[in-house]
């Protein structure tokens, strides 16, 4: 069985930084390109950030490059998203992706596995 659990969400103030996690079971981490994505209620889940299976190539949102890092850990079975200068408007829950052809890794109906969430809250 697949599991995707997300981990190190929280509050934050504007202008900090903050880590989430994903530990990945039941699947080929290593074969699967990686992705987080976040969703604030009444709104679509939206794409952050992707990480290639070996983790040579990175994808961000406009929204967040230059601010977010993605990197992985294919011995860890682990992902990892680093959010530095958050703004108020980067609240959401933060979700983990995987999947496994990496030009479908930017949209939400393409994912073959999704984590249950972490909660981002960043105060103005």
């Known amino acids: 069985q697949v599991q995707l659990v997300e981990s190190g969400g929280g509050l934050v103030q504007a202008g900090g930084s903050l880590t989430v996690s994903c530990a990945a079971s039941g699947l080929p981490f290593s074969s699967y390109a990686m992705g987080w994505f976040r969703q604030i209620p009444g709104r679509e889940r939206e794409f952050v950030a992707a990480?290639?299976?070996?983790?040579?190539?990175?994808y961000y949102a406009d929204s967040v490059k230059g601010r977010f890092t993605i990197s992985r850990d294919n011995v860890k079975n682990t992902v990892y998203l680093q959010m530095n200068s958050l703004k108020p408007e980067d609240t959401a829950v933060y979700y983990c992706?995987?999947?496994?052809?990496?030009?479908?890794?930017?949209?939400?109906?393409?994912?073959?596995?999704w984590g249950k969430g972490t909660l981002v809250t960043v105060s103005s």
């Open positions: 992706a995987a999947v496994r052809t990496l030009t479908l890794v930017f949209k939400a109906q393409s994912i073959n596995y």
């Open positions: 990480i290639s299976w070996s983790g040579g190539n990175t």
